[in-house]
């Protein structure tokens, strides 16, 4: 009764006796300024993202902590907003890395957590590695989906189906000279799609309206 | 025009892969395989008339073949 009423919320500053140690701070802090280092370097920009969003969610939780809320409660109110964030990013173009990273790392901590409970563990331990390695693994999967999708044929399939995901990001053209070509207009153009990044060419050469040559091309 | 000339023309506008030259030869209605075709673009580059770009890829995998000036010079002969 003597040792409760020390760690007791008297000051409001423990209420369940989990508040965040000094390893929560610095595994948090290092995650983020690794995560930095990562991603400026270019040496693993998909980790590093990872990373700065791991760190991220532990620094919110800590400090949600800090300022009296259950601990508990912090990471799993932390891990619902990644996720919820997470699925609105999904939504904005360009940011599908990001969003998927905050929906691993809220799955995964999440789960992390109730994971190392059961296996004896404290919440705490397991909620962060389930951050830290949901972050990078959903910025992976992305990454991966994205992979897939950026293939020549599937690009090609997007473009002649989907036109209003490319965005035109350069366009050239010249007067055709070649014996065939003569008196036409070559065209280079280049598209990038504004969900995946992936960028895809085409070439066109057209006189008085008819298509004499036309490619696709890509690796620029 | 010869084949060589041909593989010019088609590459004096712009940089072709193999298939899009291929083309240029069925537009002007030249029967041409792959396999000559292939040792013709090997004697251009040889001769410093073009060379194997990198700019970028056609979907097929292929890498484009530029002019060089000396190969517009060339081409100017047979204009």
């Given at each position: 009764v003597v040792i409760s009423d020390y760690i007791?919320?008297?000051?409001?500053?423990d209420s369940t006796g989990y508040a965040p140690e000094w390893w929560s701070w610095a595994l948090s802090g290092v995650q983020v300024a690794l995560g930095i280092v990562l991603c400026a370097t270019g040496v693993g920009a998909i980790i590093g993202a990872g990373l700065i969003v791991s760190g991220s969610s532990m620094l919110i939780s800590n400090t949600m902590s800090a300022l009296g809320m259950d601990d508990r409660l912090s990471m799993q109110l932390q891990s619902g907003l990644n996720v919820i964030a997470g699925i609105g990013l999904s939504f904005v173009p360009g940011m599908g890395a990001l969003g998927a990273s905050m929906i691993g790392a809220g799955v995964l901590g999440f789960g992390g957590g109730y994971l190392s409970e059961a296996l004896g563990g404290s919440y705490g331990l397991g909620w962060s590695i389930g951050t830290i390695v949901g972050s990078i693994v959903g910025g992976m999967a992305y990454k991966a989906i994205v992979n897939k999708l950026s293939t020549p044929a599937n690009m090609m399939r997007s473009f002649e189906n989907?036109?209003?995901r490319w965005k035109l990001i350069d366009q050239a053209s010249s007067q055709a000279t070649g014996r065939a070509y003569r008196g036409g207009i070559s065209v280079y153009s280049k598209y990038q799609n504004i969900w995946t990044s992936g960028r895809l060419g085409t070439h066109s050469i057209t006189r008085l309206g008819e298509v004499l040559h036309y490619h696709y091309f890509f690796g620029f | 025009m010869t084949n060589k000339e041909i593989i010019l023309d088609a590459l004096i506008n712009d940089s072709e892969a193999i298939t899009q030259i291929k083309e240029y030869f069925h537009l002007l209605s030249v029967e041409i395989s792959l396999e000559e075709l292939n040792v013709v673009l090997e004697d251009l580059v040889e001769d410093e008339f073009i060379f194997i770009d990198e700019i970028w890829v056609n979907e097929l995998g292929e890498k484009p073949y530029t002019i060089t000036d000396k190969g517009k010079q060339e081409w100017e002969k047979i204009r």
């Open positions: 007791t919320p008297v000051m409001l500053t989907h036109p209003s | -």
